[in-house]
C-alpha cells in the first residue's frame, strides 16, 4: 500500500493548466522530492495534497484512503512553510501544542509530545520565546517541531530552507536527512535545488510546465535523464551539451562535432551504449551530453591503460574551486565545462589534453529533446 | 534632516531661525481660538464683558464649568450638559465595538478566505465612505421606523455601526493584507476553523489597528451631529446635540464662559483617547508599509 498516491491531478486557474495530469505513488517512509524551476507546478501539487488548493480532477489518496475532498485538517498530514507561518503570539511551546490543542489532546499529552520534539531538535532552551525572539535558523527547528509534534503519516516540506544562508542551509539538510533516518518518516519535499534533490531523496520527480517529467532514484534522474532538460536541471555546473552528428553503423557508431576552423572532432560511441534507435539517426544532428566531471586530465604516468577517448582543447578560463578546478573549453561551436584535478597546472591559452568517459555519455534528439541512447 | 552635514554659515542660521518662526507663529494660530476658549470658561461673565478676549482670568472660578455640567439650559430643560455626556458614552461604546468588530471579521474574511468577487464586494464597501451623509437620512428614517427603532438608542447604534463598517474594514483589509496566509494555511492544517484562526492566530497580532479603528471611529461617532440630531429621542440625545441646544438657548444673558465651558466638556473625550492612544494611531497607520 502506497503511503501516498496521486492519480491524474489536473489543476486549472481559469484558463491556466498548472498541474497536467500528475500520477504518482510513494511508500511509507520513502522521501520524496518535486524539484523544478518556478513555476513548475511544484507548490501547487503540495498544496494539493495539504488540501489548501482544491484540484479540479483526479484523485490523492493517503495510506489507502481517499482524500481528495477532505479539508486540510482532516487528512493527517503537517506541513513545514517556506516562511515558516510561526505564529507570532505565541511561545514556541504554544506554537508546537496549537495543532495538539486543536484535536483536543489532553494537556498532559501535548507537554509530553512538546518535550519530545524540544529534545530532538534540540530547541528546549527556547520554549519560553516568542519566534520574533529567534534567528532564521531556530526559527526553522521550531516549524519542524510543529509538524513532528502530531506525527502525521505525511509531512510536507515546501523549500524550507531557501530563507536560510548557506552555511546553516547545509547543516540543516543534514539534520533533516538524519531526522529521516532516525524517524523513518514519510515525507514530500519541494525545492528548486537540484542539490537538495539529490542529496536528501529517495525519489525525485522532475517537474516542468505542470507535468512530471521523469520520477526516479537520485541516481537514475542524474545519470539516466530522460530529456535535455532533466539532465541540464540537475547537476551543477550543468551538463555539457555539444551538437553532433550520427555516422557509421551498428558496432561501430561515431559521433562528429564540427568545429569552426578546425578539423572535426570524431567520438566512437560505445558498443555497450548502443540502442536499436540509433540505426535511424545515421546522418542526423544529435545533442550529445556530457557531465563536466566525465573528463578528466591526461595522466602521462598511465600511459597506455589511460580509459577514455583522447581529446585535447584550448583553456579559456580556469576557475578553481578547492576541490577542484573548472575549466572552460571551446568545444564545437560552443564553450563546454570540465571538471579536473586540483593539482593540474593550467592558464588560460594553453592547450590541454583531456580524456572523455564516453561511457557514461547521452544522447538526445536535436528536436524533441527526448533521450535516444 | 540631521543626516545631511552642511557647514553653519551664519546664513543658514538665520534661515533656520526663520523657519522655527515662521512654524511657530503658525502654531500660535491654530492653538490661539483653544486658549481663548479655555481662558473664556474659567472668567466670571463681567470680566469677559470688560476685558479682551485673550486678558488672562483676574478671579479664576469653576463656576461655568459646574453650570455647564449640571444647570444650564439646554432647550426646555435645565439640567446642565452632564446626562447627555453619559448618553455619548452609551451610544459611542457600543457602536464603537461592534463596528470595529465586524470591520476586522470583513476585513479577514476579504484576505485570508478569498472568495469569487470578494475584490468587488470590497470596492462595493469602500462606497460606504464617500456617501455624505445627509443623502441618506430620510431613507435611514424610514427603515429606522420599520425595524421599530425610531428615536432609541439602539436605532442611532445601528446607524453609527454600518456608517463605520466601510471605514473598519478598509483599515483590517489593509492590514491582514500585509500578514502572511502561510500563518492561515498553518493553522487551518493544525486543524483551525474560521473563527479559531481569527481568535487565536491574527486577532492578537491585530493591536495597532485595533487601536486606529477605535479612536477613528470614537472621534467620529462621539462628534456626529447629524444623525445625533435626526434619529436620537429626547432622552437619548447625545452632547453634541445638547451642546447646539445650549448655546442656542435664548432665553437670558449669553454665558459666554458656560458655552466655552460645554463645549470643552463635549471635545474633552476624543482629545484623552488620541493623548492615550495617540502615538499607536501613527503607529498602525504606518504599519505594512515598511516591512518589519
Given at each position: 500500500?502506497?503511503?501516498?498516491?496521486?492519480?491524474?491531478?489536473?489543476k486549472?486557474?481559469?484558463?491556466?493548466?498548472v498541474?497536467?495530469?500528475?500520477?504518482?505513488?510513494?511508500d511509507?517512509?520513502?522521501?520524496?522530492?518535486?524539484?523544478?524551476?518556478?513555476g513548475?507546478?511544484?507548490?501547487?501539487?503540495?498544496?494539493?495534497?495539504?488540501?489548501l488548493?482544491?484540484?479540479?480532477?483526479?484523485?490523492i489518496?493517503?495510506?489507502?484512503?481517499?482524500?481528495?475532498?477532505?479539508?486540510?485538517?482532516?487528512?493527517?498530514i503537517?506541513?513545514?512553510?517556506?516562511?515558516?507561518?510561526?505564529?507570532?503570539?505565541?511561545?514556541?511551546?504554544?506554537?508546537?501544542?496549537?495543532?495538539?490543542?486543536?484535536?483536543?489532546?489532553?494537556?498532559?499529552?501535548r507537554?509530553?509530545?512538546?518535550?519530545?520534539?524540544?529534545?530532538?531538535?534540540?530547541?528546549s532552551?527556547?520554549l519560553?520565546?516568542?519566534?520574533?525572539?529567534?534567528?532564521?535558523?531556530?526559527?526553522?527547528?521550531?516549524?519542524?517541531g510543529?509538524?513532528?509534534?502530531?506525527?502525521?503519516?505525511?509531512?510536507?516540506f515546501d523549500?524550507?530552507?531557501?530563507?536560510?544562508?548557506?552555511k546553516?542551509?547545509?547543516?540543516?539538510?543534514?539534520?533533516?536527512?538524519?531526522?529521516?533516518?532516525r524517524?523513518?518518516?514519510?515525507?514530500?519535499?519541494?525545492?528548486?535545488?537540484?542539490?537538495?534533490?539529490?542529496?536528501?531523496?529517495?525519489?525525485?520527480?522532475?517537474?516542468?510546465?505542470?507535468?512530471?517529467?521523469?520520477?526516479?532514484?537520485?541516481?537514475?534522474?542524474?545519470?539516466?535523464?530522460?530529456?535535455?532538460?532533466?539532465?541540464?536541471?540537475?547537476?551543477?555546473?550543468?551538463m555539457?551539451?555539444i551538437?553532433?552528428?550520427?555516422?557509421?553503423?551498428?558496432?561501430?557508431?561515431?559521433?562528429?562535432?564540427?568545429?569552426?576552423?578546425?578539423?572535426d572532432?570524431v567520438l566512437?560511441?560505445?558498443?555497450?551504449?548502443?540502442?536499436?534507435?540509433?540505426a535511424?539517426?545515421?546522418?542526423?544532428?544529435?545533442?550529445?551530453?556530457l557531465?563536466?566531471?566525465?573528463?578528466?586530465?591526461?595522466?602521462?604516468?598511465?600511459?597506455?591503460?589511460?580509459?577514455?577517448?583522447p581529446?585535447?582543447?584550448?583553456?579559456?578560463?580556469?576557475?578553481?574551486t578547492?576541490?577542484?578546478?573548472?575549466?572552460?573549453?571551446?568545444l564545437?561551436?560552443?564553450?563546454?565545462?570540465?571538471?579536473?584535478?586540483?593539482?593540474c597546472?593550467?592558464?588560460?591559452?594553453?592547450?590541454?589534453?583531456?580524456?572523455?568517459?564516453?561511457?557514461?555519455?547521452?544522447?538526445?534528439?536535436?528536436a524533441?529533446?527526448?533521450?535516444?541512447? | 534632516?540631521d543626516?545631511?552635514?552642511?557647514?553653519?554659515?551664519?546664513?543658514?542660521?538665520?534661515?533656520?531661525?526663520?523657519?522655527?518662526?515662521?512654524?511657530?507663529v503658525?502654531?500660535?494660530?491654530?492653538?490661539?481660538?483653544?486658549?481663548?476658549?479655555?481662558?473664556?470658561?474659567?472668567?466670571?461673565?463681567?470680566?469677559?464683558t470688560?476685558?479682551?478676549?485673550?486678558?488672562?482670568?483676574?478671579?479664576?472660578?469653576?463656576?461655568p464649568?459646574?453650570?455647564?455640567?449640571?444647570?444650564?439650559?439646554t432647550?426646555?430643560?435645565?439640567?446642565?450638559m452632564?446626562?447627555?455626556?453619559?448618553?455619548?458614552?452609551?451610544?459611542?461604546?457600543?457602536?464603537?465595538?461592534?463596528?470595529?468588530?465586524?470591520?476586522a471579521?470583513?476585513?479577514?474574511a476579504?484576505?485570508?478566505?478569498?472568495?469569487?468577487?470578494?475584490e468587488?464586494?470590497?470596492?462595493?464597501m469602500l462606497?460606504g465612505?464617500?456617501?455624505?451623509?445627509?443623502?441618506?437620512?430620510?431613507?435611514?428614517?424610514?427603515?429606522?421606523?420599520?425595524?421599530?427603532?425610531?428615536?432609541?438608542?439602539?436605532?442611532?447604534?445601528?446607524?453609527?455601526?454600518?456608517?463605520?463598517?466601510?471605514?473598519?474594514?478598509?483599515?483590517?483589509?489593509?492590514?491582514?493584507?500585509?500578514?502572511?496566509?502561510?500563518?492561515v494555511?498553518?493553522?487551518?492544517?493544525?486543524?483551525?476553523g474560521?473563527?479559531?484562526?481569527?481568535?487565536?492566530i491574527?486577532?492578537p497580532?491585530?493591536?495597532?489597528?485595533i487601536?486606529?479603528?477605535?479612536?477613528?471611529?470614537?472621534?467620529?461617532?462621539?462628534?456626529?451631529?447629524?444623525?445625533?440630531?435626526?434619529?436620537?429621542?429626547?432622552?437619548?440625545?447625545?452632547?453634541?446635540?445638547?451642546?447646539?441646544?445650549l448655546?442656542?438657548?435664548?432665553?437670558?444673558?449669553?454665558?459666554y464662559?458656560?458655552?466655552?465651558?460645554?463645549?470643552?466638556?463635549?471635545?474633552?473625550?476624543?482629545l484623552?483617547?488620541?493623548?492615550?492612544?495617540?502615538?499607536?494611531?501613527?503607529?498602525?497607520?504606518?504599519?505594512?508599509?515598511?516591512?518589519?
Open positions: 500500500m502506497s503511503a501516498l498516491e496521486i492519480q491524474h491531478v489536473c486549472d486557474f481559469g484558463s491556466t493548466q498541474l497536467k495530469d500528475v500520477s504518482l505513488a510513494i511509507s517512509g520513502e522521501f520524496l522530492i518535486l524539484v523544478g524551476p518556478s513548475c507546478g511544484k507548490s501547487t501539487l503540495m498544496n494539493a495534497i495539504a488540501g488548493e482544491p484540484v479540479t480532477s483526479g484523485e489518496h493517503i495510506g489507502g484512503e481517499e482524500i481528495t475532498w477532505r479539508t486540510p485538517a482532516e487528512r493527517d503537517a506541513m513545514v512553510f517556506q516562511s515558516y507561518a510561526l505564529y507570532p503570539s505565541m511561545t514556541v511551546r504554544q506554537n508546537i501544542a496549537f495543532g495538539l490543542e486543536m484535536r483536543k489532546v489532553p494537556k498532559a499529552e507537554e509530553a509530545a512538546v518535550e519530545r520534539v524540544a529534545d530532538l531538535l534540540q530547541i532552551n527556547l519560553e520565546r516568542k519566534p520574533s525572539q529567534l534567528s532564521g535558523g531556530q526559527r526553522q527547528r521550531v516549524a519542524m510543529r509538524a513532528l509534534a502530531r506525527e502525521p503519516q505525511i509531512y510536507l523549500e524550507p530552507l531557501s530563507n536560510l544562508d548557506a546553516l542551509r547545509v547543516e540543516m539538510r543534514t539534520e533533516i536527512k538524519k531526522l529521516h533516518q524517524l523513518g518518516t514519510t515525507i514530500v519535499y519541494v525545492t528548486h535545488d537540484q542539490i537538495e534533490a539529490m542529496t536528501l531523496a529517495d525519489c525525485i520527480a522532475v517537474m516542468r510546465d505542470g507535468r512530471i517529467l521523469q520520477l526516479g532514484s537520485p541516481d537514475e534522474i542524474y545519470n539516466d535523464p530522460v530529456d535535455i532538460f532533466v539532465a541540464g536541471f540537475m547537476g551543477s555546473p550543468s555539457n551539451f551538437a553532433a552528428t550520427l555516422e557509421g553503423e551498428a558496432g561501430d557508431y561515431r559521433l562528429r562535432v564540427a568545429t569552426p576552423g578546425a578539423d572532432l566512437p560511441w560505445p558498443i555497450s551504449r548502443e540502442t536499436d534507435a540509433l535511424d539517426q545515421v546522418g542526423r544532428s544529435l545533442v550529445l551530453g557531465r563536466p566531471e566525465h573528463f578528466t586530465e591526461e595522466d602521462a604516468r598511465l600511459g597506455e591503460r589511460a580509459e577514455g577517448t581529446l585535447a582543447a584550448t583553456v579559456s578560463v580556469a576557475e578553481p578547492g576541490a577542484d578546478i573548472l575549466l572552460r573549453l571551446p564545437g561551436e560552443g564553450e563546454i565545462t570540465a571538471r579536473v584535478d586540483p593539482h597546472r593550467v592558464t588560460p591559452g594553453e592547450r590541454i589534453a583531456l580524456r572523455v568517459d564516453m561511457r557514461r555519455a547521452v544522447l538526445f534528439d536535436a524533441s529533446e527526448r533521450r535516444l541512447a | 534632516m543626516n545631511v552635514i552642511r557647514r553653519q554659515t551664519p546664513m543658514a542660521r538665520l534661515l533656520r531661525v526663520l523657519v522655527y518662526a515662521a512654524l511657530g503658525a502654531a500660535l494660530f491654530y492653538l490661539l481660538p483653544l486658549a481663548v476658549m479655555v481662558l473664556t470658561s474659567f472668567k466670571p461673565l463681567d470680566e469677559i470688560a476685558g479682551t478676549l485673550l486678558t488672562l482670568p483676574e478671579n479664576p472660578t469653576l463656576a464649568w459646574v453650570k455647564a455640567w449640571g444647570e444650564a439650559c432647550g426646555m430643560r435645565c439640567e446642565g452632564g446626562g447627555y455626556f453619559w448618553n455619548s458614552f452609551a451610544i459611542v461604546i457600543p457602536a464603537v465595538a461592534i463596528s470595529t468588530l465586524l470591520g471579521l470583513n476585513g479577514y476579504l484576505t485570508k478566505w478569498r472568495f469569487k468577487g470578494a468587488l464586494l470590497f470596492a462595493l462606497f465612505c464617500f456617501i455624505p451623509f445627509q443623502v441618506i437620512l430620510l431613507p435611514m428614517a424610514q427603515t429606522l421606523g420599520w425595524l421599530g427603532l425610531s428615536s432609541s438608542r439602539a436605532g442611532l447604534i445601528l446607524v453609527h455601526v454600518i456608517f463605520g463598517v466601510a471605514f473598519t474594514t478598509l483599515f483590517f483589509r489593509n492590514f491582514y493584507v500585509s500578514i502572511p496566509d502561510e500563518l494555511s498553518a493553522a487551518k492544517l493544525d486543524g483551525a474560521f473563527f479559531r484562526i481569527f481568535r487565536r491574527l486577532l497580532v491585530s493591536t495597532p489597528i487601536v486606529v479603528s477605535v479612536i477613528w471611529q470614537f472621534t467620529q461617532i462621539w462628534n456626529d451631529f447629524l444623525f445625533g440630531v435626526a434619529f436620537s429621542g429626547h432622552d437619548t440625545q447625545p452632547v453634541t446635540v445638547a451642546l447646539n441646544n448655546v442656542n438657548t435664548s432665553t437670558g444673558v449669553k454665558e464662559n458656560v458655552d466655552m465651558a460645554a463645549a470643552m466638556i463635549a471635545a474633552l473625550p476624543t484623552v483617547v488620541y493623548v492615550l492612544a495617540g502615538k499607536y494611531f501613527v503607529r498602525g497607520l504606518t504599519a505594512g508599509s515598511v516591512k518589519g
